[in-house]
């Protein structure tokens, strides 16, 4: 009975083993044909992803056989320009001042001096086109005194080695203040007397220049344009002691041309900080006018000027003179009236400012400033007792402080004594922007 049930149990176990290793076989050939299975997913994937990037290749490779031939390389002085998009940026500055006589305060007034929007568009990397169009007190009508001009519009071209051309509308070079005239580029709330009376600001006139720059810090400007219509004088008004070339500016406003004019202007930037320059415009401005007298008056205007920045000083000078010729016979026909033609007006200033405090975005800035002018500084002769006596020099000390805000926004107050007319001494507050 035991042999019977052990060999019974033996042929279980015997039988057993084979089944065990029949059912290990079958777990181990599932895993496999798992593995083979997930092999196979990633063979797909794999083959997929050699596909997608194959055709990116085709891709790009057709785009650069489109694609026109590469330029060669400019020579090592003349560095090849990048293209660029065609572009559009607009600015604008402005500013509004108050100016409160002390000897008269009734004459205090607030005024939205100017606002000024400008347009630069860009053709090319070499190519752009200039125009900044002007509004001055606040309303424009037949019956106020307001003003709507266009500034600048000109079309600038660059020729590489630092050359480049202008045509249009353009500001004249001369002195520090005309071609850089935004109210956060000056110290004081007014324009300085210098480079408003005797250089009339801002000067334009219509026409062509070339300018460039040389590697010594040495830069030129010269160009022909239109000039002044000495016919436009107004001897029984004010506008010409005010301003002598002021008045009889033409603005690019259907302007005579028989009689055209040159300028020249040099300015040097060797040394860091430094700046000194000089420039010269002349030109005929009776323009062969029929039964005018001074067909052959000539206009000259001479500079010269230099700015240094060390540190936080700011020290600045200049000197300008004009002079009309050829006036005699004119001033005869003259007689009589207040404002003659004058043969000579000049002027000079200088100027010290110190940047005192910066605390975050605000620079305070004190300066000082002295400044001599005369319109009519000399006549040219005529009978005896029938002229008018040359006017004394202006003497003008304006103390005051600007305080900028971040980089395009700027308070200004200031305080001007004058020598000769002292009615004219006055407390001035202003605020200007410009970006």
Known sequence: MNKHLIATALAAAFLAAPLAATAGEAEL???????????????????????????VEQRQQAIAAAAPAPVAAAPATEPAVAASAPSTIFGAYGEINYNRPTK???????????????????????????????????????????????????????????????????????????????????????????????????????????????????????????????????????????????????????????DLSVHAALNWRGVPGLLVGGSVFTGKAGHKADGFTANDARITMVDLHTRYTPGRWDLSALYARGQIS????????????????????????????????????YTLSPFVRYEQFNTAKSYAAVPQGLGVAASPDEKVTTVGANLKVGEGVVLKADYQKFKEDKSRDRLNLGMGFSY
């Not at 219509?206 to 239109?226: P, R």
């Open 29 to 55: 050939m599932a895993r496999i044909e798992k593995m083979a299975a997930e092999l196979e997913q990633l063979k797909a994937e794999l083959k997929a992803s050699v596909k997608k990037t194959e055709a």
């Open 104 to 258: 008269n305060a009734s004459g205090a007034q607030a005024d939205v001096r100017r606002a000024v929007i400008g347009v630069e568009h860009r053709f090319d990397q070499k190519t752009k086109m200039v125009a900044e169009f002007e509004w001055e007190h606040a309303v424009v009508s037949a019956d106020d005194k307001g003003e709507s001009e266009i500034e600048q519009l000109y079309v600038e071209r660059e020729f590489g080695n630092g050359l480049r051309s202008k045509v249009g509308l353009y500001l004249i070079p001369m002195g520090l203040l005309n071609t850089n005239h935004e109210p956060t580029a000056y110290y004081g709330v007014e324009r300085n007397f210098v480079e408003t009376a005797i250089i009339p600001s801002t000067w334009r006139e219509v026409g062509v220049s070339l300018s460039g720059d040389t590697a010594g810090g040495l830069t030129w400007d010269t160009g022909i344009t239109t000039g002044f219509d000495l016919g436009k004088w107004d001897a029984a008004g004010s506008d010409g002691r005010e301003s002598p070339l002021g008045s009889i500016h033409q603005e690019g406003q259907q302007a005579k041309s028989r």
């Open 326 to 361: 050829n006036t005699e016979a004119l001033n005869e026909t003259l007689v009589g009236n207040p404002t003659p033609v004058p043969k000579s007006f000049a002027g000079w200033y200088t100027q010290a400012a110190y940047r005192l405090m910066e605390v975050g975005d």
